[in-house]
C-alpha cells in the first residue's frame, strides 16, 4: 500500500518551499466556496452509472472577477478553451493558439513558485540555467504534440490530458484534474458532481481542504474516484510536476510527498520526452477530525 511508503524527503522539502510561495492560491470561503454533500458510492468498472450524493454543484461560488485579474489564471482559462475533446480528434493548432501557449509560459516564469522550480531543477542539473532555454524545455514537456491514439494524428499533448481532460474511445474519462477546468466544466453543466471519496470516516474532508478525492461525470461518463488540488494555481501545478518528471526518466513514476498537511502519491507518466498524464492521489490529511 501507498500509505506505507514514507514521505520523499527531498521532494517533500521542495514542494512545500513552492506551497509557502504560491501566493495566487486562491482562499476557501473567501475567494471561492465549496459544497461536498454527501460520500460517493461504489462504481463498479466500466459502470456509467453513479448514485448521486450531491444535489447541487460542488462549486457554490467563485470569485471570477478575481481569476481574470490574476495574469497566471487568465492565460490559463484561455488555454482551456483551446483543446478538443475527443483523443483521436487531430488539433488544428493556430498560430494565435501557439501565442498563447507561450504567453502562459512567459505568465508562469514570472511568478516565484516557477523561479524556486527552475532554480532547483538547475541545481539538481535538469534544466538549463538560461531562462529561455527552460521555456522551451517547459513548451516541449506540456504543449508539444503527440499521437496518443494510435490510429489518429499527433492529437494530444501533456497540457490538454492533465488540464483540460480527454476521453478514451468515449468510454473512460482521462485527466480532467484540474479544479478550474472542473469549475467551468460544472458551470457549463458538463460536469456533475456525485459527492466525495474517503476511505473511512475519519477521512472525511473538509471544505477548505485544499486536495480532495472526488467523484463525478463528465459528458455521460463515470470518474470513479479523481483526485484534485483545489484553489491551487496552475504555476503550483505546473511546477509540481515538472519536477517530478525532470527528477525521473521512468515510463511511470510515483512518488509519496507531504505538502502542507496532505500525504500525496504523485503520478507522472512520461510519453517521449513530453507529459503523458500527472495526477495527484490524496492518500490521507492530518487534520482529519479538526
Not at 489518429?152 to 484540474?178: P, Q, R, Y
Not at 505546473?238 to 519536477?243: C, D, G, K, W
Request: glycine share 6%; proline share 3%.
Amino acid at each position: 500500500m501507498a500509505n506505507s511508503r514514507h514521505a520523499n524527503r527531498e521532494l517533500t522539502e521542495v514542494l512545500n518551499q513552492l506551497w509557502h510561495l504560491d501566493s495566487n492560491r486562491l482562499k476557501p470561503g473567501t475567494d471561492y466556496r465549496i459544497s461536498l454533500q454527501g460520500k460517493a458510492g461504489y462504481v463498479a468498472p466500466g459502470s456509467n452509472s453513479a448514485k448521486d450524493q450531491a444535489n447541487a454543484p460542488l462549486f457554490a461560488y467563485v470569485n471570477e472577477e478575481k481569476l481574470k485579474n490574476i495574469k497566471t489564471y487568465a492565460h490559463f482559462i484561455s488555454l482551456l478553451d483551446n483543446y478538443e475533446m475527443s483523443t483521436g480528434v487531430s488539433e488544428t493548432v493556430t498560430s494565435e493558439e501557439l501565442q498563447e501557449n507561450r504567453l502562459f509560459i512567459d505568465a508562469i516564469m514570472e511568478t516565484e513558485v516557477m523561479k524556486c522550480a527552475h532554480k532547483y531543477l538547475v541545481k539538481k542539473g535538469q534544466s538549463p540555467a538560461d531562462p529561455g532555454k527552460f521555456k522551451r524545455q517547459l513548451y516541449d514537456m506540456w504543449f508539444r504534440l503527440y499521437h496518443r491514439d494510435k490510429s489518429g494524428g499527433e492529437d494530444s499533448c501533456g497540457f490538454e490530458h492533465v488540464f483540460v481532460g480527454e476521453t478514451k474511445h468515449g468510454k473512460e474519462i482521462m485527466g480532467l484534474h484540474n479544479w478550474v477546468q472542473f469549475y467551468l466544466q460544472e458551470k457549463h453543466g458538463h460536469v456533475d458532481y456525485k459527492g466525495y471519496k474517503a476511505r473511512d470516516n475519519k477521512n472525511t474532508p473538509d471544505e477548505d481542504d485544499h486536495v480532495l478525492n472526488l467523484q463525478f461525470s463528465w459528458k455521460g461518463l463515470v470518474k470513479p474516484v479523481g483526485s484534485s488540488f483545489i484553489g491551487i494555481s496552475p504555476e503550483f501545478e505546473v511546477a509540481l510536476f515538472t519536477i517530478i518528471f525532470l527528477m525521473s526518466s521512468e515510463k511511470m513514476t510515483s512518488v509519496v510527498v507531504k505538502v502542507d498537511e496532505y500525504m500525496l502519491e504523485l503520478v507522472v507518466y512520461r510519453h517521449g520526452s513530453s507529459i503523458g498524464t500527472s495526477y495527484p492521489k490524496l492518500l490521507s490529511s492530518n487534520n482529519n477530525d479538526l
